[in-house]
């Protein structure tokens, strides 16, 4: 139930500030309202829903200064999770990052947004991981609910050249790769910030199948 919620939410079928009524839901598909309400307070936790004391639950709509503000949080955190990142990546792990990478052409190929976001989040979580402090871990999970909403919803640097963006993933974790931790900062400071030299980044594109 919460994966269903989710997707229609990633997807916009429930659009910004569209009231998420869990009677309604649980008619629908014909199951109790148990599930529903479980699944709406994760989708709540995760930054997807508020509720609105005495009108119910609504898909919530991120401003331009939430947006800036997740931003300036971000860019700190991706620059130390990179430096540190470098200094410690095994074989191993760099092929975890390489499998996202192609999870995100594959998502690409067949014009999937939901997993090229899941994707994407899992690889800059995954980065996060790598680094191996826990403090920064933490520090990141309180964040990454709200990179999801805005992936979801209104994040205008998470359209255009869907491909290239893919393509820019590569490219970070061949700096990871290379070992240079200085130059691996600046590349994931630079993406979380959208400096990155992705084509028409900012153009409203959906993703091409190749």
Do not use: C
Not at 31 to 45: F, G, I, M, N, Y
Not at 162 to 167: Q, S
């Amino acid at each position: 139930m919460y994966e269903l919620l989710r997707q229609a939410i990633v997807e916009g079928d429930l659009a910004p500030n569209d009231r998420v009524v869990e009677s309604e839901i649980a008619r629908r598909l014909g199951v109790s309202q148990a599930p529903v309400r479980e699944a709406v307070k994760q989708l709540a936790r995760e930054g997807l829903l508020v509720h609105v004391p005495r009108r119910g639950n609504f898909v919530v709509e991120i401003s331009a200064q939430d947006a800036e503000h997740a931003r300036q949080v971000r860019e700190p955190l991706e620059r130390l999770a990179a430096t540190m990142a470098a200094e410690r990546i095994t074989d191993e792990q760099l092929g975890e990052l390489g499998e996202l990478v192609d999870q995100m052409h594959r998502a690409v190929a067949v014009n999937d947004v939901g997993k090229f976001r899941d994707a994407d989040i899992a690889f800059h979580t995954r980065v996060v991981q790598i680094a191996g402090n826990p403090f920064l871990t933490r520090m990141w999970e309180v964040l990454e609910p709200n990179l999801r909403a805005l992936r979801a919803i209104a994040d205008p640097l998470f359209e255009g050249d869907w491909r290239a963006m893919a393509d820019e993933h590569g490219r970070l974790v061949s700096l990871l790769r290379d070992g240079d931790a200085g130059k691996a900062a600046d590349a994931f400071a630079d993406h979380a910030a959208g400096r990155s030299p992705v084509p028409d980044r900012r153009a409203r594109k959906k993703p091409a199948p190749r």
